[in-house]
C-alpha cells in the first residue's frame, strides 16, 4: 500500500519559513518523481516544485528563489524548504509522486496546511 504522509504545515507570519517533508512508503523511492503542488482555498490546484530522480529540481515562477525542493533517497523523504513566506502562500500543500516512467503510478498525500498571517 503507498503511502504519502506530509508533515510540516503550521500558521507562520508574513516572511517567515516552514520546511515541509513528505514521507513515502509502498513504493521504492528513488524511481519516482517526487513534486509539491497546492491548493488555496477556492482555486485549483496549482504545482509548486518537482524533484527528479537524478535530483533535478523544478520551480514555479511565483516560488522561484523562495522555495527549495529536496529529496533523502535514503530516508523516502522528500522536502520543501519555504522562506519568506506571503499570505498567498496560503494553501493545502500536497506532494505527489510519479513513476519515472508509468504515469499511471500516480500517487498523493493528503496535504498539510500552511497559513500565512499577521
Known amino acids: 500500500q503507498v503511502q504519502l504522509v506530509e508533515s510540516g504545515g503550521g500558521l507562520v507570519q508574513p516572511g517567515g519559513s516552514l520546511r515541509l517533508s513528505c514521507a513515502a512508503s509502498?513504493?521504492?523511492?528513488?524511481?519516482?518523481?517526487m513534486g509539491w503542488y497546492r491548493q488555496a482555498p477556492g482555486k485549483q490546484r496549482e504545482w509548486v516544485a518537482t524533484?527528479?530522480?537524478?535530483?533535478?529540481?523544478n520551480y514555479a515562477d511565483a516560488t522561484k528563489g523562495r522555495f527549495t525542493i529536496s529529496r533523502d533517497n535514503a530516508e523516502n523523504t522528500v522536502y520543501l524548504q519555504v522562506n519568506n513566506l506571503k499570505p498567498e502562500d496560503t494553501a493545502v500543500y500536497y506532494c505527489?509522486?510519479?513513476?519515472?516512467?508509468?504515469?499511471?503510478?500516480?500517487?498523493w498525500g493528503q496535504g498539510t496546511q500552511v497559513t500565512v498571517s499577521s
Open positions: 524533484i527528479t530522480t537524478r535530483k533535478n529540481a
Open positions: 505527489n509522486a510519479q513513476h519515472f516512467s508509468d504515469q499511471n503510478r500516480d500517487y
Open positions: 509502498g513504493i521504492i523511492f528513488s524511481i519516482y518523481t
